[in-house]
C-alpha cells in the first residue's frame, strides 16, 4: 500500500509564491523520476515539472524560471516551490512518481497520484 498526500495549496494573489509538498509512504523500495502535473478547469492535465532521482529537473516553459522543482530522497518527499504567479497558473495540481515498492519477496515499479490540490491565484 502506497500513498501519495499533498499539501499546501491554497488562494494567493498575482505576484504571490506558493510552496506544494507531496509526501509518499508505504511499502517503498526507492522512487525514480517525481513530478508535478496541473489541470485546469475545462483543460487537460499537463506536466509541469519533473525531477529524476539523481536531481535532474525539466519543467513546461510557461513556468521556467518561476518554479522549482525539488526532492528529499531521504523523506521520500517532492516540493515544487511557485514563485511569481499568475491567474493563468490557477489548477488544481497533482504530484505524481514511479515507484519502487515491495511486493512480497519482488519488487514492482508502479506509477502513483497524490489526490490533488487546489492552487488559485487571484485578486
Known amino acids: 500500500q502506497v500513498q501519495l498526500v499533498e499539501s499546501g495549496g491554497g488562494l494567493v494573489q498575482p505576484g504571490g509564491s506558493l510552496r506544494l509538498s507531496c509526501a509518499a509512504s508505504?511499502?517503498?523500495?526507492?522512487?525514480?523520476?517525481m513530478g508535478w502535473y496541473r489541470q485546469a478547469s475545462g483543460k487537460e492535465r499537463e506536466l509541469v515539472a519533473a525531477i529524476t532521482r539523481g536531481g535532474s529537473a525539466n519543467y513546461a516553459d510557461s513556468v521556467k524560471g518561476r518554479f522549482t522543482i525539488s526532492r528529499d530522497n531521504a523523506k521520500n518527499t517532492e516540493y515544487l516551490q511557485m514563485n511569481s504567479l499568475k491567474p493563468e497558473d490557477t489548477a488544481v495540481y497533482y504530484c505524481?512518481?514511479?515507484?519502487?515498492?515491495?511486493?512480497?519477496?519482488?519488487?514492482?515499479?508502479?506509477?502513483?497520484w497524490g489526490q490533488g490540490t487546489q492552487v488559485t491565484v487571484s485578486s
Open positions: 505524481n512518481a514511479e515507484i519502487v515498492l515491495h511486493y512480497g519477496y519482488e519488487l514492482r515499479t508502479q506509477d502513483y
Open positions: 508505504g511499502s517503498i523500495f526507492s522512487i525514480n523520476a
